[in-house]
């Protein structure tokens, strides 16, 4: 436009010039060179509202590709209408009045060499000439075209759950639930090519349960040995409970004031029972002093010998009912005599008893936290290395067994509908086990192996209802969260790069939680971006895991 002023200003001066000269030829020169003047300057003003429309066309396709590529990678749109919408995004955009649109096409690519996906879309219009039509032009033609390009970056997504007790109130399971697969559901629609998106799903109270499978997690841990030891508040039980060889099949169960329970069989869990059954097991069920259950029975043996014990005499009330052992069947007491001479006795029989631990079969799947300062780490757990590994337990809370990578969409939202709340709170267990299935390691959870074409993004989106209240090591809150955010600043820093979304649902009206730091400190990222998100209403749960799954969706999209 600049050069139209220009040759403007120039024809203007050499009129002015024509109208002040005297001489006569000046005029013919003048009709001489006007036509052409006139024709170079009419030229220039159709090709500048050409090149102005041409570049109007341009930004509207750079917009339309864009919509199209953020449209299908969210699942809004299939390939097959790409095109359609293409012509509708671009007819609003477009805002060129003075050209004539003759074609819009869009062109989708799935995947070509270089394992990136493409949307290109290609326009082509014309503007009719004021001046140039006289030179046989009577339009002026363009085209141009916009690339999307997305698919070289794949995404991984560890879900880490609080499944504590508290969750049971304020409707907030029922609100974790349905916020958590909807965010399975939007994610899975970004799985345009098998590998794009994978997530797993990491349930935690004080331990995380890792399941029971062999070759697989059950070959990484460690702790044994505790797990199959006796219970320490009877250990050695003659000096526990009195009479304890006279325990045996019908006896009333040795255990029920000293903090736990029988059960009826060998199996953590089973349903507690007041006698010895006639199998002769004694089996300790749940401590309720540390909530785990006993892993073994006492086997008692007959060693064929007895005594009497005399239980009254000469009471109007002396009876069977004062037995030495409360419980014992009636066939054991019998009393001779009345009134002054009345005298009853109870015969007692001795039995040997032998610790028997149950079957490692019988593991639940539950871990505690492993050795400091392997607990702030996702190194991988080592074949032989105790250190290494996350220490087994019989958690009576032990909660649903966590699911590891996986594109199984169905499968996943089932594993969030089989959650339910109990238990402590120890996120930083549950993070642990979030890194660990992001990482590609050959143990213990083994994700899929990342494929070299690609550049993968691995996101740990961390849900709790509360402060930390208990781990391996203390029930010190203070104390668990420095460890925590130790291991939060491991697992953003390379070679892990894991962008930590945080959440914290934080719904009492009467005696609210105080906003968590180490939840605030976890969601920090290393660019400085904040990731904390605290909600005040079960209800609100559902918008907040949005946002999160809003910046996952982003698209990373070139032209």
């Given at each position: 436009?600049?050069?139209?002023a220009s040759v403007t200003r120039h024809v203007r001066e050499a009129i002015r010039r024509f109208a002040a000269s005297n001489q006569g030829n000046i005029a013919v020169i003048f009709a001489i060179t006007l036509v052409p003047l006139i024709s170079f300057v009419?030229?220039?003003?159709?090709?500048?509202?050409?090149?102005?429309?041409?570049?109007?066309?341009?930004?509207?396709?750079?917009?339309?590709?864009?919509?199209?590529?953020?449209?299908?990678?969210?699942?809004?749109?299939?390939?097959?209408?790409?095109?359609?919408?293409?012509?509708?995004?671009?007819?609003?955009?477009?805002?060129?009045?003075?050209?004539?649109?003759?074609?819009?096409?869009?062109?989708?690519?799935?995947?070509?060499?270089?394992?990136?996906?493409?949307?290109?879309?290609?326009?082509?219009?014309?503007?009719?000439?004021?001046?140039?039509?006289?030179?046989g032009y009577p339009q002026l033609n363009f085209k141009t075209d916009a690339t999307a390009s997305w698919g070289t970056a794949r995404m991984r997504v560890a879900m880490v759950l609080d499944v504590t007790g508290s969750m049971a109130s304020d409707n907030k399971?029922?609100?974790?639930?349905?916020?958590?697969?909807?965010?399975?559901?939007?994610?899975?629609?970004?799985?345009?090519?098998?590998?794009?998106?994978?997530?797993?799903?990491?349930?935690?109270?004080?331990?995380?349960?890792?399941?029971?499978?062999?070759?697989?997690?059950?070959?990484?841990?460690?702790?044994?040995?505790?797990?199959?030891?006796?219970?320490?508040?009877?250990?050695?039980?003659?000096?526990?409970?009195?009479?304890?060889?006279?325990?045996?099949?019908?006896?009333?169960?040795?255990?029920?004031?000293?903090?736990?329970?029988?059960?009826?069989?060998?199996?953590?869990?089973?349903?507690?029972?007041?006698?010895?059954?006639?199998?002769?097991?004694?089996?300790?069920?749940?401590?309720?002093?540390?909530?785990?259950?006993?892993?073994?029975?006492?086997?008692?043996?007959?060693?064929?010998?007895?005594?009497?014990?005399?239980?009254?005499?000469?009471?109007?009330?002396?009876?069977?009912?004062?037995?030495?052992?409360?419980?014992?069947?009636?066939?054991?007491?019998?009393?001779?005599?009345?009134?002054?001479?009345?005298?009853?006795?109870?015969?007692?029989?001795?039995?040997?008893?032998?610790?028997?631990?149950?079957?490692?079969?019988?593991?639940?799947?539950?871990?505690?936290?492993?050795?400091?300062?392997?607990?702030?780490?996702?190194?991988?757990?080592?074949?032989?290395?105790?250190?290494?590994?996350?220490?087994?337990?019989?958690?009576?809370?032990?909660?649903?067994?966590?699911?590891?990578?996986?594109?199984?969409?169905?499968?996943?939202?089932?594993?969030?509908?089989?959650?339910?709340?109990?238990?402590?709170?120890?996120?930083?267990?549950?993070?642990?086990?979030?890194?660990?299935?992001?990482?590609?390691?050959?143990?213990?959870?083994?994700?899929?192996?990342?494929?070299?074409?690609?550049?993968?993004?691995?996101?740990?989106?961390?849900?709790?209802?509360?402060?930390?209240?208990?781990?391996?090591?203390?029930?010190?809150?203070?104390?668990?969260?420095?460890?925590?955010?130790?291991?939060?600043?491991?697992?953003?820093?390379?070679?892990?790069?894991?962008?930590?979304?945080?959440?914290?649902?934080?719904?009492?009206?009467?005696?609210?939680?105080?906003?968590?730091?180490?939840?605030?400190?976890?969601?920090?990222?290393?660019?400085?971006?904040?990731?904390?998100?605290?909600?005040?209403?079960?209800?609100?749960?559902?918008?907040?895991?949005?946002?999160?799954?809003?910046?996952?969706?982003?698209?990373?999209?070139?032209?």
């Amino acid at each position: 436009m600049m050069f139209c002023a220009s040759v403007t200003r120039h024809v203007r001066e050499a009129i002015r010039r024509f109208a002040a000269s005297n001489q006569g030829n000046i005029a013919v020169i003048f009709a001489i060179t006007l036509v052409p003047l006139i024709s170079f300057v009419g030229a220039a003003i159709d090709y500048s509202r050409a090149n102005r429309a041409r570049s109007t066309m341009q930004a509207a396709l750079d917009s339309t590709a864009l919509m199209l590529s953020k449209d299908f990678n969210e699942g809004r749109i299939t390939a097959s209408e790409i095109e359609a919408k293409a012509k509708i995004y671009f007819a609003e955009l477009y805002t060129n009045k003075d050209s004539t649109v003759t074609s819009v096409e869009a062109t989708y690519t799935p995947k070509d060499s270089s394992g990136a996906s493409n949307v290109v879309v290609t326009g082509s219009g014309y503007v009719i000439s004021d001046f140039i039509k006289i030179a046989g032009y009577p339009q002026l033609n363009f085209k141009t075209d916009a690339t999307a390009s997305w698919g070289t970056a794949r995404m991984r997504v560890a879900m880490v759950l609080d499944v504590t007790g508290s969750m049971a109130s304020d409707n907030k399971m029922p609100n974790l639930k349905t916020a958590a697969k909807d965010m399975i559901t939007t994610l899975s629609k970004l799985n345009k090519i098998t590998g794009d998106v994978y997530i797993s799903i990491i349930p935690f109270s004080r331990d995380v349960n890792i399941g029971t499978g062999s070759p697989g997690p059950a070959d990484w841990v460690t702790g044994w040995a505790a797990w199959e030891a006796e219970p320490a508040a009877i250990v050695p039980p003659a000096d526990k409970i009195t009479n304890w060889k006279n325990y045996g099949p019908g006896s009333a169960c040795p255990f029920r004031n000293k903090k736990f329970q029988c059960v009826e069989t060998r199996v953590s869990g089973s349903n507690q029972t007041n006698k010895i059954p006639n199998s002769g097991d004694i089996c300790p069920g749940v401590d309720s002093g540390t909530t785990n259950y006993y892993n073994g029975c006492y086997t008692s043996v007959y060693k064929g010998t007895s005594s009497d014990v005399t239980l009254c005499t000469g009471s109007s009330g002396c009876s069977c009912n004062n037995a030495a052992i409360d419980g014992v069947g009636s066939g054991d007491c019998s009393c001779t005599g009345s009134g002054s001479s009345k005298v009853c006795k109870q015969t007692l029989r001795d039995y040997d008893h032998t610790w028997q631990p149950n079957l490692r079969s019988t593991w639940n799947g539950c871990v505690k936290d492993r050795e400091q300062n392997y607990d702030t780490t996702i190194d991988e757990p080592k074949l032989g290395d105790a250190a290494t590994q996350f220490v087994v337990e019989q958690y009576k809370d032990c909660p649903k067994a966590l699911t590891p990578m996986s594109n199984q969409w169905t499968a996943l939202t089932t594993s969030i509908d089989a959650l339910s709340p109990a238990g402590n709170t120890n996120q930083q267990i549950g993070a642990a086990w979030g890194g660990l299935s992001l990482s590609v390691q050959k143990a213990p959870l083994f994700p899929p192996a990342k494929d070299s074409g690609y550049t993968y993004n691995d996101y740990l989106v961390l849900v709790s209802d509360g402060i930390n209240t208990e781990n391996r090591f203390s029930n010190k809150s203070w104390e668990i969260d420095a460890r925590q955010k130790m291991l939060c600043d491991n697992l953003k820093k390379a070679p892990h790069n894991i962008k930590i979304f945080a959440l914290q649902i934080n719904t009492s009206t009467t005696n609210p939680d105080p906003i968590s730091a180490v939840l605030q400190d976890c969601g920090k990222g290393t660019d400085g971006t904040d990731n904390f998100q605290m909600i005040t209403s079960a209800a609100d749960t559902a918008s907040a895991f949005q946002n999160i799954t809003t910046q996952l969706s982003k698209l990373r999209v070139t032209r």
